[in-house]
Every structure is written in structure tokens, then in C-alpha cells.
């Protein structure tokens, strides 16, 4: 496995590589364009020339005496003022001037092609029937060529070095926070604190946030699930002992007639409390599993807050608590029905216990959202921000988990539960549940 550090590196390394031989192979291309560009623009400087005298040569072509020698001396002259290689056949094919060293056996059938076979060249065809082959060789902007890719390669050398320089220290100054988030995470320890001390300024940083985050999400859970354990093992001992008790007392045959009924019924009732407990602890655990589906359909929330309200009906009535809520409005919505009872049960019959006389239910409609106040007017919540732990229990409580399932049912509807205590004294649940 290459390190992370190696892999920059070689970045780097194939970055250049990549850069080098596209810029090359564009230098070539664009520099061979342009240079022949240039030859042709020279060849046709050098065509005006020739075309200016033609006229004088042509005459000269047309007299009997020594005229293969003076139409000589005169390209030869024309060759001498322009910067291009010059060739001229006669009418014949048969070269009458060349500025090549041409043999005298080949001057009568001159191969061209093979003559400026190195060379970029035009050819003019002169009314007096001779042809004029201009031409520039190719090694001269060959050679400018390789001097342009000679400097090329230097540059490119020098910033490949200053590159590779930049690489390294790169690949040192991203590998060396890296190596310390690393060991950071290796030496982990359960309730330790951890600092965000990797300030990089970028995505290491962020990551190192993260890890600090996510090491105090696991302290916060760590410490709620040892107290869960603690008030459950509390919460589980007391029935167990009250059963141990009371089944001792009847095996060993001290307690007889109407005593002995009162205590199986305490062991059975001990038992209910029991199982109640341990199934509350279940459902709890696969509702946050989502092992415990949930089956919405189109209720109305006021209907299902009115058969709360009537479930815990008996328990108010013996509290003399008056529960107020106004059902006048329709709100429709996707909900599961029995869960949302359910989740309303347990924050009513925690209002009765402790409201003096009355709770009251209010629904307030919001752009995409319902919200729902649940009053008491009682003494208020001595920890809010840990009611709805697992096992929490305030003065007179019973198990402490009916708030737990409650922001379970309640979030598993895409909603969102709080509590506090009101200005006027008396606990709030604030309830949202988005339109669907």
C-alpha cells in the first residue's frame, strides 16, 4: 500500500511528465507552422524579386547569340541578391542555372524532386517556356527549431526541479498533520477529551474536528449508557427482591390465609412490573434499530390526540386533573396511529402526575409544519435537558422511560420533541410534526 505522502509525490512527478510532452509536441506542431510560414512568406518575397526581372530575362532568352549564356549570368546575378536556393530549366527540361552542384551528365534531365528533396520550394513556369524552382532548405529552421526545443528542455528541467522541491515540502506539510490525526485516532480511549489542536485550515482540519466531535458524541453516550445501566439495574432489583421476598416468606410457610393472597398477588403484580419494564427496554432498542417498523396512514392528529386524552381519562379524573384541548380543526397527515397514542399517553400521564389541576393541548399551524404545546400547571421539570434520557426519573416517577420511547415515536415521524419549563411555572412539551 503506498502512502498518501508517496502518492503526492508521483503526482507531482506525472503532472510534469504530462505538462512536458503536451507543451513538446504543441511547441513542435505550432513552431513548424509558423517557421514554414515564414520560408513561404521569404519565397515569395524572393518570387517579387524574380517576377520584377523576368521581363529582361525573357528578352534576352530571345536573341540568337550566346543567350543560354546571358539568361546564366542573369539568374545568376537574381541568385546572388535572393535569400532562396535557385534552379532554371529551359525549354528543354535541361538546367540552365543552379545554385547546386549539379554534375554536367545529370544537367539535361535534372530530377527537381530529388533536388529540393530537403527543401520547401515553388515553382514558376516563364512565358518563354523556361521554369523557375525556388527553395529554402529545411535545415535552417530545423536548426532554429532545436535551438527553441534546447531551451524548451531547460526550462522545463529547472522547473521540474523547483517543482519536485515544492512536491516534497507539500508532501511533508499534508503528510505530518496526517500522521498526527493518525496516532490520535490509534491511541482512542473512551472518556478521554480531545482537543481540535490540527489547524491545517483545510479538509485535515475539518477531519480532526470531526474526531473530536464524534470522540465526545461517544463520551456523552457512554456515560447516558452506564447510567442506563445503573438505573435499569436499580429499576430491575427492586420487583425481583420484592418477588424473592414474598416467595421465600410463603415457602417457608410464614405467611398463611388472606397474607398468602396478598402476596401472590404482589409477586404476580411485582411480575407485570417486570415484564412491563423489560418490555418497554425492547421496544425502545427496536424502535432505534428500526427493527419496530412504522405503519402510517392518513389520520387526523386531533382524533388521535382525543383518544389520549380518553385513555388517561380515569387517571386525570382521580388526580382531579382537567385536560383542555380544542379539536375544532382537521389536521390530516401520515402518521402511525398507535405509536403517536402512545407517545401522547406518556406525556399526559406524566402531566397529570405532577399538574396541580389542570394541562392544556394546543395546536398551532405552521407553513410546512404542525406544532403542538403540551401545559401543565404544575411545579416544572427539575432537569430538562435530561428528561428524555433512558431511566431518568424525577420525584415520583416510574420507570423513567415513557419520555424515551416518546422522542423515539416522535422523531421516527420526521418530527422533533423539547421540554422546558414555562414563565408562569408548570412543564412545556413542544411537539413538531411536518405536513404530509
Known sequence: MKKIG????????????IIFLLTTGLFNIFSDIYLKKEVNAQLQKDIKVISSNIDRIEKLSSLTNLKNLDVRRNFGFLGRIIKSELVVLDRN??????????????????????????????????ESGFTVYLGAPNSEFEKFNNILFMVQGISILISSGIVIIIAKYMQSVLVKPLKELKNKMENYEIDRTYENDILTGDEIEILDKTFVNMSDRINVYNKQRKMAFQNASHELKTPLMSIQGYAEAIKDGIVEGDELTNSLDIIIKESQR??????????INKLEDNIETFNYEKVDLSNLILDSIAAVGYLAKEKNVDIEFDANVEHIGDYDADKIIRAFINILSNGIRYANSKIKI???????SLEILIKDDGKGIDNPDRVFERFYKGEDGNTGLGLAITKIIIEGHNGGISAYNSKDGGAVFNITLSKN
Do not use: C, W
Request: a neutral charge; aromatic letters at 12%; glycine letters at 4%.
Open 93 to 126: 527540361g535541361k538546367m540552365l542555372y543552379s545554385d547546386f552542384d549539379v554534375k554536367p551528365a545529370d544537367r539535361k534531365q535534372l530530377n527537381v524532386d530529388k533536388l529540393f528533396e530537403n527543401h520547401i520550394y515553388e515553382k514558376i513556369k516563364l
Open 6 to 17: 508517496t502518492k503526492i509525490f508521483l503526482s507531482y512527478i506525472s503532472i510534469i511528465v
Open 274 to 283: 417486570l415484564k412491563g419494564t423489560v418490555d418497554t427496554v425492547i421496544l
Open 362 to 368: 394546543d395546536i398551532f399551524e405552521k407553513e410546512n
